[in-house]
């Protein structure tokens, strides 16, 4: 008999621990140490990729997920594009050396920012992940203390402009850079810079948690998440090829099988931004007749703006991409990484409803939508075609964290708009607009960007007025089905 070729005996190793022939670790101990983690991979092949995340086999390279891809190709057309920044003022005795040794600490509990994005090699399509042993800090500190006030005030604004255009490299690591500026003996600002590839709006919140902690009691404090971002890398991708990954794709692709996808606009792309507000008026007594039917803040405005839409594209119904945290398992709730996707809701309108039954007509979309987070809108619409919408909507409702150090007043500094529409559409040409929301302090309001081929200011402003207008008419008439009609 022939002897057994390195992959065969690999391959009878697995079939052996997955039939229960010997137990799995002797099985794979019988191998030669460069054969073991073949095996693992062939008998992780062999079974059932569950639901949810769980830690991955192994530390090597992992395939990077749909939206890193993605966003890895845009960077080598378009570099700096996946940047994102934010600024936070602290008043008090900062240690600078305490606060480096905290950035180290969390760059150190979290993979993803210690993560390369490198091309893949041999038969492997696309990016790979490989998390280096050993983090790496990048942190430069600066002097304005000796400047007169309002020049200091225009440096600093100029430093966190400069952050959101910092060219970072994904094959290299450097994928964050963090800034500390000294504006007086009591008194600095920290500018932190990610790639978007790494580093989400959630990760914000365990981003400044986790600092906050390691300035508390030490860097060396900081103990690994439950799951790190490769290990939910290593499950989409998995999952995705895997029986119930194809059933779902195939069973979401389906329902929006008859839309066809948003036209391109003919210049293609070219970002704006526009601070936007709702008018408290219509909108307080319409999010109060939403409430008495169930229906949350986001339930309320998104039926409104269906209303809008459908009449503007003469349809009865609509179809809105809303931006979701991804994070569908508690596990991931405490990593840093990329997990956000795109949900896209279709609003049923057909019937002249009136706004009271469309109100319950959205609130069963949204859940049905939001069950479907595990999918990313890179497999769902990633054939060339552009997704079935050309709208966002988003009212943000990212954890409020304290960013608690001690002695050591906190605020935050405004910075340059987000690149969402990038980071959100798998085709920015095909996009419209992007509203993302905040309620705070009594107010309604936040930035819009929209793609200056596709619209201007006025069309973006006239989806706000339209949200009012017909929240104020279905206060008048709740019942009534005009409200929806043409």
């Not at 996946?82 to 760059?107: C, E, F, I």
Request: aromatic content about 6%; glycine content about 10%; charged content about 20%.
């Amino acid at each position: 008999m022939e002897p057994a070729a390195p992959a065969g005996q690999a391959a009878a190793a697995a079939s052996a621990a997955q039939l229960g022939t010997a137990p799995i670790e002797g099985a794979l101990a019988a191998l030669p140490a460069a054969k073991r983690e073949l095996a693992r991979l062939l008998l992780a092949a062999r079974q059932s990729v569950p639901g949810r995340p769980g830690t991955r086999s192994g530390g090597g390279p992992v395939l990077a997920t749909a939206l890193q891809t993605r966003l890895w190709r845009r960077e080598y057309a378009h570099t700096g594009m996946g940047t994102g920044s934010h600024a936070v003022r602290l008043k008090g005795p900062l240690d600078p050396a305490r606060l480096r040794d905290a950035l180290t600490g969390v760059l150190r509990r979290h993979e993803a920012l210690r993560t390369r994005l490198v091309p893949g090699t041999g038969t492997v399509e696309g990016p790979q992940l490989v998390v280096d042993d050993e983090p790496c800090l990048r942190l430069t500190q600066t002097d304005l203390s000796g400047y007169e006030p309002q020049t200091r005030a225009d440096r600093v604004a100029r430093q966190i402009t400069e952050s959101a255009g910092t060219v970072l490299n994904l094959e290299s690591g450097r994928t964050s850079w963090f800034r500390l500026l000294l504006l007086a003996p009591d008194e600095h600002v920290l500018i932190l810079t990610s790639h978007l590839a790494v580093f989400d709006g959630w990760s914000s919140g365990v981003f400044l948690t986790d600092l906050a902690a390691g300035y508390r009691d030490g860097g060396d404090s900081l103990a690994p998440p439950e799951l790190q971002f490769p290990d939910y890398a290593d499950w989409q991708r998995r999952w995705l090829a895997g029986p119930d990954g194809v059933a779902e794709l195939t069973r979401r692709r389906a329902v929006f099988a008859a839309d066809p996808p948003a036209p391109r606009a003919p210049g293609g792309f070219e970002r704006g931004h526009l601070p936007v507000r709702l008018a408290r008026g219509p909108v307080d007594a319409g999010l109060a007749l939403g409430a008495a039917e169930g229906a949350t803040p986001f339930m309320t405005l998104l039926t409104a703006l269906a209303v809008v839409l459908a009449r503007r594209e003469g349809r009865t119904d609509a179809v809105i991409g809303t931006p979701a945290a991804g994070r569908f398992s508690g596990q991931l709730e405490g990593a840093v990484g990329q997990f956000t996707t795109v949900v896209p809701i279709r609003i049923d309108l057909a019937g002249e409803p009136s706004f009271r039954e469309l109100l319950h007509r959205t609130r069963t979309a949204v859940a049905d939508a939001l069950s479907h987070q595990r999918l990313p809108v890179d497999a769902l619409f990633g054939d060339g075609d552009p997704p079935p919408y050309n709208v966002l909507f988003a009212l943000h409702n990212y954890p409020a964290v304290p960013f608690d150090l001690p002695g050591i007043e906190v605020s935050q500094l405004p910075g340059p708009p987000a690149r969402h529409l990038e980071l959100y559409s798998p085709d920015p040409a095909a996009t419209l607009a992007c509203v993302g929301l905040v309620e705070r302090d009594g107010e309604i309001g936040g930035t819009a960007e929209y793609n200056r081929r596709a619209a201007t200011p006025e069309d973006v402003r006239g989806l706000l007025t339209g949200i009012e207008e017909v929240l104020d008419r279905a206060v008048a008439a709740p019942a009534s089905p005009t409200i929806t009609q043409h």
